[in-house]
């Protein structure tokens, strides 16, 4: 069977192609920046992992030594204005070192576009297309739509705006036809390919047999979810700068993801071409049509069964930022907010409190101050509150808790989070159980490493309402986990 490259393997569809490659019988070496966290994922001792980014040249060559296969699956979502530039130069980077490694084929899951002018993210993804098709290796480019899958980025903003709002008044991109595909047969596309033994070097549109516009996709969702009919009001003066910010207060997409989103939209995405066919057959039931693939992912969620989420390629801190272990001198100052408290509740019971923090259980301190911050750091274009968690009961590193990331977790000892709101510096909350003289011993650490004048300035004018909020939690997480489970 083939080595097969994933990159992206952190992120929705990479850390759900892994485990589909390693159950057809294939060998697969996984290329990421922070190899930990893929530690608590339950196929990584699997696999092989590679430790590059994507615009290193030698470390990217290095990845792809003995590789067969190589999937490009890197996607600048919530990117700056560079964010072009990047994907253009890692496209050139991958494609030279598969040459220079003697890959067989490069397969790259990008967008499907419509005819007229293109959004800025879109152009971005023809463009990284154009790059493979022309690069010595042959490449496989699947162009997709909007994908319905639990946890994908797309799926939870049309959930959470027909469940939240029964009468809407929506853009006219809601009237735009397109063609959604459900999760699994895209993951079957794209499986398949590590298999065709034919040298193909082409693009080919995927999609699922409804061809929908985004209000049927309303309309439809509603129906499968078992939700009363929505009423939905088109308005022609909300653009997509305004749609993604109206999108980002009503759902847990924030709008630096929601934007690309609802750009891509704006035209009619509907495949022109069912060409993928004559190498990878439709199976004898037919492609997964948008009722069942609501009525899938809806499933998942309820059992509480998402293997990846959009938040799992969030962008973590940069490498250069110190952690909260380092001495206090390592790139700067740390102030830090500690608490502790000794108790007479069981180890393992503070641990499965500390475990589930978060999401539907909340913070344990004040909720109304937290929804606050959550709304404050919406309002600036952060991630908010929103996201919740993956699972309601534990969590693994690069977990995405509300607007934390876990950075590290020990069982029944630590959990670190950093913090991914917008805030000037780098900020880390850690909880703590360890026990002492037959007693168990909660401790707290709030750390903040603040960047320039605003950032010194930033923690002094919140250790009031830190006093507060931190100081409430040892107590109450405690009486949590006193109480009968």
């Known amino acids: ?28 070496r996984c290329m990421v920046r922070s190899p930990g966290r893929l530690r608590d994922l339950p196929w990584a001792g699997r ?16 990845a792809m030594e003995g590789v067969e296969v190589a999937y490009y699956l890197i996607h600048t979502m919530g990117g700056g204005k560079g964010f ?45 297309a154009r790059i493979f098709l022309d690069a010595p290796v042959p490449a496989v480019v699947l162009r997709a739509a909007v994908i319905i899958g639990s946890g994908s980025a797309s799926f ?7 469940e939240r709002l029964p009468v809407m008044t929506t853009p006219r991109w809601v009237h735009s036809r397109t063609q959604p595909i459900a999760v699994r047969d895209v993951l079957r596309y794209l499986r398949a390919w590590a298999d065709v033994p034919d040298e193909v070097n082409r693009a080919f549109d995927i999609g699922g047999p409804d061809v929908l516009t985004y209000g049927e996709m309303m309309h439809g969702y509603a129906a499968a979810a078992g939700l009363p009919p929505r009423l939905i009001i088109p308005v022609p003066l909300l653009s997509p700068w305004l749609s993604s910010h109206w999108v980002g207060l009503v ?33 004898p039931e037919g492609l ?74 909340g913070w344990y301190s004040l909720p109304t101050a937290w929804k606050l911050r959550g709304v404050l750091d919406r309002a600036v274009g952060g991630v908010g509150l929103r996201r919740g968690r993956r699972d309601p009961r534990r969590l693994r590193v690069g977990d995405a808790n509300d ?70 939690m040892p107590a109450n997480l405690a009486a949590a986990a006193s109480r009968p489970s």
């Open 1 to 28: 069977m083939a080595l097969c490259l994933v990159t992206g393997a952190t992120g929705y569809i990479g850390g759900r192609l892994v485990p589909e490659l390693l159950e057809a019988g294939h060998r697969v």
């Open 47 to 62: 696999t092989e992992i590679a430790t590059a980014d994507a615009l290193d040249p030698e470390a990217t060559r290095a």
């Open 84 to 128: 072009a530039g990047a994907d253009r130069e890692a496209a050139r980077v991958f494609a030279a070192a598969a040459q220079a490694a003697g890959v067989r084929r490069i397969v790259y899951l990008g967008g499907l576009s419509g005819e007229g002018a293109l959004s800025p993210h879109l152009r971005s993804r023809a463009e990284v």
């Open 156 to 162: 939870e903003m049309l959930r959470h705006l027909t």
């Open 251 to 283: 759902t847990p997409v924030p709008a630096s993801i929601a934007r690309p989103l609802v750009e891509g939209l704006r035209n009619e995405t509907v495949c022109r071409e069912h060409d993928i066919a004559r190498y990878v057959p439709d199976p």
């Open 288 to 361: 997964i049509g948008f009722s069942l693939a609501v009525k899938l992912a809806l499933q998942k969620i309820k059992e509480a069964d998402v293997a990846t989420r959009w938040t799992s390629a969030s962008t973590p801190g940069a490498p250069s930022d110190p952690l909260p272990s380092d001495p206090d001198w390592a790139g700067g100052s740390l102030y830090i907010d500690r608490r502790t408290l000794t108790s007479d509740v069981a180890p393992e019971a503070l641990w499965r409190v500390i475990e589930g923090i978060g999401g539907e259980n």
């Open 403 to 472: 607007f934390w990331r876990v950075e590290e977790i020990e069982p029944g000892r630590l959990l670190r989070l950093r913090a991914e709101m917008l805030v000037p510096g780098v900020a880390w909350l850690e909880l703590g159980v360890r026990t002492e003289d037959g007693r168990t011993v909660y401790e707290q650490r709030a750390i903040f490493h603040p960047h320039g004048l605003f950032g010194h300035l930033y923690w002094w004018c919140l250790v009031p309402f830190h006093r507060v909020i931190f100081g409430r």
